[in-house]
């Protein structure tokens, strides 16, 4: 009979027990932040930079003169001096690099607004250009290397053959204790 007691005894000392216990924390509502929405705004200066850029990929020498001559004539404004850089880098003779790279340095140098609004292209095309120096730099040292290495391969050859030709010019030795 104890044992009937006590089992009913023991549920409810439970119950109360976790009647007493913490209420479980409420979870705080999370805030999801979305990021701001980025608007890009064409500006009409920068696309045509853009397109004349891509246009000068395909001309052939002759028309690079002729588009030269034709910027030479125009202004010295901003867009006028990045088409003068890109011309100037298009036509990779040497030292074109350079002088392109000079003509950037002016636009991100400049205080007026449409300088600044080009500037950031300006740099970009610059470190290009600098890239692509570095890169003829790094293939002249290489031909120059092939050169060296091709020249020293002659030299080998040529002493080669020499001594080929030393080796066939002797007369045969007799083998020893062969009758004379």
Not at 50 to 67: D, F, G, I, N
Not at 89 to 118: F, H
Request: charged residues 25%.
């Amino acid at each position: 009979m104890m044992i009937k007691l006590t089992a009913p005894l023991l549920a409810a000392c439970a119950l109360l027990l976790a009647g007493c216990a913490a209420p479980p924390p409420k979870q705080a509502p999370v805030l999801v932040q979305t990021p701001p929405r980025i608007v890009v705004v064409a500006d009409p200066k920068l696309t045509e930079l853009l397109a004349y850029q891509a246009s000068l990929r395909p001309m052939t020498p002759s028309e690079l003169v002729k588009a030269q001559l034709e910027l030479s004539r125009a202004d010295h404004a901003p867009t006028n001096t990045i088409r003068r850089a890109m011309l100037q880098a298009t036509l990779r003779t040497p030292g074109d690099l350079a002088r392109a790279q000079t003509l950037l340095e002016s636009i991100t140098q400049a205080s007026s607004d449409e300088a600044k609004l080009l500037a950031p292209l300006a740099q970009f095309l610059s470190g290009q250009y600098a890239d692509l120096r570095r890169q003829d730099e790094t293939v002249e040292k290489l031909n120059s290397q092939v050169r060296d290495a091709q020249r020293r391969n002659e030299q080998l050859n040529e002493k080669l053959e020499a001594l080929k030709n030393i080796e066939r010019s002797l007369s045969v030795r007799p083998a020893a204790g062969a009758p004379k």
